[in-house]
């Protein structure tokens, strides 16, 4: 039989209904979109930045030492079985007439190799690669002068530029890190030949892992591998300390006994100057030499007695200074791979949901021409074949678009809003099969299996009967008419309303789980960002108060100290002298010890649920919340925490509101108690009078300058980290809210046009029968305001759920988000309900208008 005819119904089908065929396609377009795209971006740039890893051999551990580091060091180290070790120096200094802190390194030779952007690399030592954040402030060519750095570790002052180049371990270009120069925050970083620095060791030694190679840097079995490593670390340093103990004490000693012998000697001429009757006045001279030189003997020796082994700091990748761009790279990622798991899977299965109802209703409209294509001849697997054929391309159509959209260009747009500031650059596309199979297959199971399985049943009868008209679905007595005290009391159009929102009972449920799902997505999205939008302005203008940490040395003498005490007398509203510690356990915290419980001028403490005030007694320590949680405990009861290299039991005596970083507050009373170990005040809590931003640096770099002050850590570094942090997610989540409201006016056009189309000789008749064009509009759009209302209640719950969800999955160890929304978040998912059903109301009452009634209610017996 010649199918003309057949391709040609097949083709009719895609045209005489073109606004459901467009649904579909945009329904799926959008789910796929959202899936693909979400669900690529993780991997993307995950992959990105460990091809960035890899390129530049970035170290896994960077090693300090209070006494430098040596090719003691080195040798030792290398006896490591597959370990390479890079000994460098850097140093901090400041721009010539300015606060602007730059961090030196000498050109790394064997890894955390630089990347050149521009230019060559430094030839001698008077030549200067710079990063990217000084960019626009120099060209190729000019001339940079520093100020003298504190350590004098450089030769030179004034360098010619080069080039430019981007810092393995440095990953973000406008958060780099505190610095001991300037006003304490890193502005910049430079590279110079390995010439430039003037010094007898080195600052900085470098270590690669080759069994950490195989690893990639976000994976939980990096980290588990590299805690393996740092400890084998961390042993043959205990054993090099006793060696470059050793080492360090030989030379004074050599000295020493080199001054003895002489002494010795010196101590024999006089006695037998004494005993040849040589007058004691003229030995007087040779006496008091022989005094000086046993005094400087015993200084020596009591030098050396006071040395200690030397200290050696191992710090991973996070934990270097200048590592914040790194954490908030991999954290981000993270979130974004969290979202990815929650947000578009919801957004996915509405849209697939509402297509399966789009798809039956198409099955079921077509009945009349099936019966017709197998009253003409044409087989069952035929007539099927056209629903699949239309099921196939609509969904395909609509799957490949989402998918090459969400690959190409919303991965692309989420990565670039995250990775703009960062040295890693622009993702990398890859290809995931497993995704795509998964969007396809999703998209083939809520658009041709339901085409499938209706044509089959309706298949199922004789073609005469499929050439009829399907019969009304049957009306039965609902919940609501057995209660006649209520029944009795609706009018006619509200019991046709309650009769019809149960009588079609697919529709109801798909027009409540649409809007839900618009709404919780709607609601879940707009959550998110009132929840990181409100962390920085909550903990850094509400919670503490305090501008900047200015850390002393306890060894410098009272007039030393004198110039910080007036410069903080002449800046400060309030300060205070406290201790800060670091605490290790399962997160490393800060150890915040005050001399008495009154801190209110410097930090709120207070529970975040209650709002109730939190008093620091002689009883316990204050934890924040998001430490507290990582360790489990609550109010009243007792963690085991290491301070001052020794383990301690410590009572929670409250758990105060904190979004960022892990603080721990006690009084000196209880920390003597509980620590067992004396209180030494070693910073200075600060809160200026003028706590402008630009002020807060200029203080901080007046500081730095001081002999005391030996570093300066402000809060304006932290909320521009916390910041970056925020701002990626919140750009992210204005994408995806942007996505709910689409597809929450793709959802209501789809279901009010199918119930439009489904009751159409029912709307005929009641205009028939008197009704105006408003009771009309009124008489079906009724039930889609009703179940509307349902689906935003059933919405707003599930969103507060979701919302919770997607919160705890974006936090990172070190930050938590306020759960807490405002009543806006409430209020603009419904608002935009509303609106979408209005003007949805206009377009069906002008549809309804234009009724042929006669052409409806013609029989087609």
């Known amino acids: 039989m010649k199918r003309k005819k057949y391709w040609k119904d097949v083709f009719h089908a895609f045209t005489v209904s073109f606004g459901r065929t467009l649904s579909v396609v945009f329904l ?14 993780g991997p993307n740039m995950q992959n990105t930045a460990q091809e960035y890893v890899s390129k530049t051999k970035m170290a896994d551990f960077y090693v300090t030492s209070d006494y430098g580091l040596t090719g003691t060091e080195k040798a030792e180290l290398n006896k490591i079985k597959g370990v390479q070790v890079e000994l460098a120096n850097l140093t901090d200094v400041t721009i010539k007439h300015t606060n602007s802190a730059v961090r030196i390194f000498s050109v790394p030779k064997k890894m955390s190799l630089c990347t050149l952007i521009s230019g060559r690399m430094p030839k001698n030592d008077t030549e200067i690669v710079l990063g990217p954040s000084l960019q626009k402030k120099y060209r190729v060519g000019d001339k940079i002068v520093f100020s003298k750095d504190k350590a004098r570790l450089l030769q030179k002052n004034a360098y010619t530029v080069v080039g430019f180049a981007k810092s393995a371990d440095i990953w973000d270009n406008s958060t780099m890190g505190s610095s001991s120069a300037g006003t304490g925050e890193l502005k910049g970083y430079a590279f110079v030949s390995k010439k430039a620095f003037d010094s007898a060791f080195y600052t900085i ?50 000295e020493i006994e080199r001054t003895k012998q002489k002494l010795t000697g010196l101590k024999e001429d006089i006695e037998q100057a004494k005993r040849n009757g040589v007058p004691a006045l003229m030995l007087e001279k040779q006496q008091e030499q022989y005094n000086r030189g046993i005094a400087k003997v015993k200084a020596g020796e009591n030098k050396i007695s006071r040395m200690k082994r030397p200290a050696y700091t191992i710090d991973t990748r996070k934990g270097i200074a200048g590592s914040d761009g790194y954490e908030t790279y991999k954290n981000a990622t993270t979130s974004i791979s969290a979202v990815g798991n929650v947000f578009p899977v919801v957004l996915y299965l509405v849209a697939a949901l509402v297509t399966l109802t789009t798809m039956t209703r198409f099955v079921d409209e077509e009945r009349l021409n099936a019966g017709l294509l197998r009253a003409l001849g044409y087989t069952k697997r035929q007539v099927i074949s056209k629903f699949v054929i239309y099921g196939f391309v609509t969904s395909m159509s609509g799957t490949l678009i989402g998918i090459l959209v969400g690959n190409f260009l919303l991965s692309p747009m989420i990565s670039d809003i995250i990775s703009k500031t960062t040295v890693v650059g622009s993702e990398k596309l890859g290809f995931y099969l497993s995704y795509t199979l998964l969007t396809v297959a999703a998209a083939l199971i ?72 618009s709404v919780a997505l709607l609601f879940s999205g707009l959550g998110i960002q009132t929840s990181v939008s409100g962390v920085s302005r909550r903990q850094f203008g509400q919670i503490l108060k305090y501008d900047m940490l200015v850390f002393r040395n306890s060894g410098k003498s009272a007039d030393k100290r004198a110039e910080s005490n007036q410069l903080l007398a002449k800046k400060a509203r309030a300060w205070e002298n406290i201790m800060i510690k670091s605490v290790h356990g399962k997160n490393n915290s800060s150890l915040f010890v005050f001399p008495d419980s009154n801190i209110n001028s410097f930090v709120d403490l207070h529970e975040r ?81 003028d706590q402008d931003i630009e002020n807060v640096e200029n203080t901080a770099a007046d500081f730095i300058k001081l002999p005391d002050v030996y570093s300066v850590s402000q809060n304006t570094s932290l909320i521009r980290q916390l910041a970056s942090v925020v701002d990626s997610l919140q750009m992210v989540m204005v994408i995806l809210t942007v996505l709910s409201v689409l597809l929450a006016i793709v959802i209501l056009y789809n279901l009010t046009n199918i119930n439009v ?24 759009y009724r039930e889609t305001i009703v179940l509307s209302v349902a689906g935003i209640v059933s919405g707003l719950f599930f969103g507060q759920i979701m919302h919770k969800i997607i919160l705890k999955m974006i936090g990172s160890d070190y930050i938590m988000f306020d759960p807490s929304v405002p009543l806006g978040v409430y209020l603009i998912p419904v608002a935009a309900i509303v609106f979408i059903l209005f003007v949805l109301g206009c377009f069906v009452n002008h549809r309804l208008k234009g009724i042929d009634m006669l052409e409806a209610l013609k029989s087609v017996d």
């Open 28 to 41: 799926l377009a959008l789910g796929a979109m959202a899936l693909t795209g979400l669900k690529v971006t």
């Open 205 to 254: 030694g470098r270590i690669r892992f080759d069994n950490l190679a195989s690893y990639p840097y976000y994976t939980d079995d990096y980290d588990k591998k590299a805690e393996d490593d740092q400890r084998i670390l961390k042993d043959r340093l205990k054993e090099i300390g006793r060696t470059r103990l050793d080492q360090l004490k030989a030379q004074p000693l050599k």
């Open 446 to 517: 809520s658009s041709v299996l339901p085409a499938l399985l209706v044509a089959r049943r309706n298949l199922s009868e004789d073609p005469a009967r499929l050439m009829l008209p399907k019969p009304p679905v049957s009306g039965s007595k609902i919940l609501l008419e057995k209660i006649p005290f209520l029944w009795q009391r609706l009018s006619f159009t509200q019991k046709v309303t309650a009769r019809n929102i149960f009588r079609y009972k697919q529709r109801m449920l798909m027009t409540i789980f649409g809007v839900a799902g």
């Open 609 to 689: 649920q209650s709002d109730q005030k939190i008093s620091l007694g002689d009883s316990g320590a204050v934890f924040s919340e998001k430490l507290a949680s990582l360790y489990g405990v609550k109010k009243g009861d007792s963690v085991r925490l290491k301070i001052n290299g020794r383990k301690v039991r410590v009572k929670v005596s409250g758990v105060a509101e904190m979004y960022a970083g892990h603080f721990i507050y006690m009084t000196k009373a209880y920390y003597e108690r509980a620590v067992h170990d004396s209180y030494r005040s070693n910073v200075a809590i600060v809160r200026l009078r």
């Open 757 to 780: 189309a489904e009751r159409i000789r029912e709307l005929s008749t009641v205009k028939v029968l008197g009704f105006h064009n408003r009771e009309v509009t009124l008489y079906i």
